[in-house]
């Protein structure tokens, strides 16, 4: 019984062995090999033309004076600010740190950082966002006909909805 109580030690002991939390450091370095700050960099950059698009529609048609002119430009000047402060790396790190620590043990984010490290995982870093980019208009291409795949679905459900009342 004893071989067998510490055989189950032994066991639970290996396992949390194996399942240590990874360190800030071996993150930190996961997070600059993946490009997080310049990804979050890219992601900020098209929330706001986003955003000064959605200003620009909100008041396409309307008569402005130079004043309100003004003031829609400063409006968006804060709002830009806003969101590249509220989303840069320096207030986003903490928030990867520990996603990535409850989510990685230690033994993935090293072999995480070993692969990216790899002239396979540089290759990957630096050719996946082309890769991406020239997937966007070809994906983008298909969603036309599918968007009018699901409209002539839905239309045949509406219609078998109002013929069987």
Not at 38 to 44: K, Y
Not at 81 to 100: G, W
Not at 148 to 158: C, D, I, L, T
Request: overall charge positive; glycine content about 4%; charged content about 20%.
């Amino acid at each position: 019984m004893k071989n067998v109580a510490f055989g189950v030690i032994f066991l639970c002991s290996v396992v949390a062995a194996r399942a240590v939390p990874p360190s800030d450091e071996s993150i930190l370095q996961m997070m600059n090999m993946l490009q997080l700050q310049t990804t979050l960099d890219q992601m900020v950059a098209q929330l706001d033309a986003g955003m000064k698009a959605g200003l620009k529609q909100s008041i396409q048609g309307k008569e402005m004076t130079p004043l309100q002119t003004a003031e829609l430009g400063q409006l968006q000047t804060r709002v830009s600010a806003t969101i590249k402060d509220e989303l840069s790396f320096a207030r986003m790190k903490d928030i990867y740190l520990q996603v990535y620590r409850e989510t990685f043990t230690q033994d993935e984010v090293k072999s995480i950082n070993a692969f990216f490290s790899s002239p396979a995982g540089k290759a990957m870093t630096e050719k996946l966002p082309l890769a991406t980019n020239k997937a966007t208009p070809l994906l983008q291409s298909r969603m036309g006909p599918l968007i009018r795949k699901v409209k002539a679905m839905q239309q045949e459900f509406m219609k078998e909805q109002t013929e069987a009342k």
